[in-house]
């Protein structure tokens, strides 16, 4: 098992930012690679963003420039810095961690991020 924690969301007006965390713990051994997604109710869970253990990142395209997405220097951690934050990114934001080897995936419990106009 892989246990994650987000933390760092919250209510921010348009034109602020915000940075979430996520912390693994547990078999921490069998990550490659840790992902931001993130829902609003009604719609499907989308990709946010990816880190893989080697560096490699990858961006939904339409955040490409206001979100960034990083480990922290303990590699079971990962971050993502969101700026210039719009109306349309509330939703809760998902921490991610894909196991295709082990056949599963893991998630976290999801922080609300909420901006308003």
């Known amino acids: 098992q892989v246990q994650l924690v987000e933390s760092g969301g919250g209510l921010v007006q348009a034109g602020g930012s915000l940075r979430l965390s996520c912390v693994a713990s547990g078999r921490t051994f069998i990550i490659f690679a840790m992902d931001w997604y993130r829902q609003v109710p009604g719609k499907q869970r989308e990709l946010v963003a990816r880190?893989?253990?080697?560096?490699?990142?990858t961006y939904a395209d339409s955040l490409k420039g206001r979100f960034t997405i990083s480990k922290g220097v303990a590699k079971d951690t990962v971050y993502l810095q969101m700026n210039n934050l719009k109306p349309e990114d509330t939703a809760v934001y998902y921490c991610?961690?894909?196991?295709?080897?082990?056949?599963?995936?893991?998630w976290g419990q999801g922080t609300q991020v909420t901006v308003s106009s």
């Open positions: 880190i893989t253990n080697d560096g490699r990142i």
């Open positions: 991610h961690v894909p196991a295709p080897g082990y056949n599963t995936e893991y």
